[in-house]
């Protein structure tokens, strides 16, 4: 109905201001109070996400939503679908998650009047990620991208140790990289085409490559975006600065980071394929083959380092090297199956990631609070909850039928049958890259439930912590759901793709 | 190839910087010159984008006396990105400085190779 305007319409903008403003107001208040504040946040920002999830599934196509008065080329816009509000729910869902479960964590490493400031960053996360999943402004996208990444840093940094500011250090090099290569990708395109919005640029570079001009920096465009995404979600190769940040950082920071905010990178690089360069210009550009050898190398490498590892929390870690690369094969097989598949990884890393996390906090406080895995021993039985939760989420990532890494497994197999050139790598690959996760992970959850004698350390009883208990049971309960009712999903992210450019 | 060049000596210029900014961020040791080498990364940006949207002959899109020809005036955007970008800039280097001297007061040392290397013996 064009120039009738649902009231839904407006959620979108409403979330993103509701966060960066109650982000605001949180750092003049108490702990308690920023905390509620930040709870509040998210579960306003859950219903208005479930409200636009339900309008746009109703009508079936996605809408922009023009910020001020400005019509289309100069105007800021935001764009909404299925895909984008389905995500920007599921994001706010799993950080609800992700920051009650590390809760005590937090209490207890974080300095006392500095927790306050933990929800200052998140909120600002969080709107910067709702930012990067509905803009329609390639340069909003690099102001959200640097908003996020100095947020980033500040979770990281948050917890006071040397190892904690070293790494939040090395987060932050790479990542100006990163956004260094981002900008000066924006600054090209809008050279090449003359506009910032994402349709708009869309249609000239459409016509640029009828023409078959200025094909060069069209290709370093494409080539420079596409590395400088790929340095800032941890793409194999640039993958250097992810342990420390993931490994050392106060364990609802290492969920977030892991789950969250990598895969707003990742969805801005969907995004910018298909809505910015447009998915068959990107394929002839002959980026997908680079990206797709990447993504190849980061499952097999990102699992060989895990193994090598000794330290369980760093061991996760290296297997998001691993799942990033999963994802990056998928964007690189250059269909729009493998894209499906992608996109159901990123749901389904998310979930599972951000278990592994929580879960293996559990596990390492009833050990002394050493992650070596010899001390591990048997910590499965001392704290049940946390070593159930940790099975779980390690079935899922080696792909067991019945949780959400096996259909994201499956997908991805089915897109490289459907694709003649790249069919045999990638289930080669796939193949070997499984059998390596089912060894590290296998590895943990026995060693986890190796019986050792009564005595050096205490057992903890589930009701011991309530919340942390109910946080992993609905991330259990999710993960199953994601890997036996997965067609709904699935549906919703092919129709959200489709009517995504 | 060479006259094209040589004909956008400002982007080409702007590229160069870029890069050396960039391997400065990357292979300098020393923390201040990481982030000397960031700000000549993000500064060499703006110089390629202020190059773009310059058009010479032309002012700059302030009406004094009666809105003349589109013809006479630049394109004010590239202008608002530096402005924007400049922002982003100070804030991440404030950030970066404010880490640096954090790591300073703790390891008495700018060099991060050697950090690690104390972190390594601290054995956290």
Not at chain 1, 49 to 74: D, I, K, Q
Not at chain 1, 276 to 283: A, L, M, P, S, T
Not at chain 1, 394 to 407: A, D, I, Q, T, Y
Request: proline content about 3%.
């Amino acid at each position: 109905m064009p120039g009738q305007m649902s009231f839904v319409q407006n959620f979108p903008c409403f979330s993103i201001i509701l966060c960066m403003f109650i982000g605001i107001i949180s750092s003049a208040f108490k702990e308690k109070i920023a905390r509620w504040l930040n709870i509040i946040a998210l579960v306003v920002n859950i219903v208005l996400s479930a409200a636009v999830l339900l309008y746009t599934v109703r009508t079936g196509e996605s809408y922009v939503y023009v910020m001020g008065r400005f019509p289309a080329p100069w105007g800021n816009e935001l764009r909404v679908g299925m895909l984008e509000t389905g995500l920007a729910l599921f994001f706010c869902v799993i950080m609800l998650f992700c920051l009650l479960g590390g809760r005590h964590k937090l209490v207890q490493e974080v300095e006392e009047g500095k927790q306050g400031l933990y929800y200052v960053l998140a909120d600002l996360m969080l709107s910067s990620l709702l930012a990067l999943i509905y803009t329609n402004d390639l340069f909003t996208a690099y102001v959200f991208v640097e908003i996020n990444t100095i947020s980033a840093c500040g979770l990281i940094m948050i917890r006071q140790n040397g190892r904690t500011i070293e790494a939040a250090v090395r987060y932050m090099i790479m990542s100006l990289l990163g956004s260094g290569l981002f900008l000066v990708g924006i600054c090209m395109l809008y050279d090449l085409t003359g506009h910032l919005l994402m349709s708009n640029i869309k249609i000239e570079i459409a016509r640029i490559v009828a023409e078959g001009a200025y094909r060069p920096p069209l290709l370093v465009t494409i080539a420079i975006i596409s590395v400088g995404l790929a340095i800032k979600s941890a793409l194999f190769p640039f993958h250097a600065w992810l342990p420390d940040a993931y490994g050392y950082s106060t364990v609802s920071s290492a969920a977030i980071l892991s789950s969250l905010v990598s895969k707003g990178y990742i969805f801005l690089l969907f995004k910018i394929i298909y809505r910015v360069i447009g998915f068959e210009v990107f394929h002839d550009s002959k980026i997908v083959d680079i990206l797709f050898l990447f993504g190849l190398m980061g499952m097999v490498f990102g699992s060989l380092s895990a193994i090598k590892e000794n330290d369980i929390r760093r061991m996760i870690a290296f297997s998001s090297v691993a799942q990033v690369g999963y994802i990056y094969m998928g964007i690189g097989m250059g269909t729009q199956a493998g894209m499906v598949a992608s996109v159901f990884h990123v749901v389904s890393h998310v979930a599972t990631k951000s278990l592994l996390f929580i879960s293996a906090i559990g596990l390492t406080d009833v050990s002394g609070g050493s992650r070596k895995f010899i001390e591990l021993t048997g910590s499965g039985y001392r704290n049940k909850c946390a070593g159930v939760a940790f099975s779980v989420g390690s079935l899922s990532m080696v792909g067991v039928p019945m949780f959400s890494g096996f259909v994201s497994k499956l997908l991805f197999s089915q897109a490289a049958v459907q694709n003649d050139g790249k069919m045999l790598p990638t289930l080669i690959v796939l193949g070997i890259s499984t059998i390596l996760n089912a060894i590290y992970f296998m590895k943990t959850v026995i060693r986890i439930y190796t019986p050792v004698e009564e005595g050096e350390y205490p057992t903890v009883e589930w009701w011991s912590n309530k919340i942390y208990a109910s946080v992993l049971l609905c991330f259990v309960v999710l993960n199953i759901l994601l890997g036996v009712c997965s067609q709904p999903i699935v549906d919703l992210i092919e129709s959200g793709l489709n009517i995504f450019a | 190839m060479g006259a094209n060049l040589f004909n956008n000596y400002g982007e080409a210029v702007a590229m160069i910087l870029f890069v050396i900014g960039c391997g400065n961020l990357m292979l300098q040791s020393n923390l201040i010159k990481k982030i000397i080498g960031l700000n000549i990364m993000d500064t060499a940006v703006y110089l390629f984008l202020a190059q773009k949207g310059y058009i010479s002959g032309r002012v700059a899109p302030i009406v004094v006396d009666g809105v003349q020809s589109v013809e006479a005036y630049i394109n004010p955007v590239p202008s608002g990105l530096v402005l924007t970008g400049i922002v982003v800039s100070v804030s991440v280097s404030a950030l970066m400085l404010s880490l640096t001297i954090r790591l300073y007061q703790r390891y008495h040392t700018l060099d991060l190779d050697e950090i690690s290397l104390q972190l390594k013996k601290e054995g956290l």
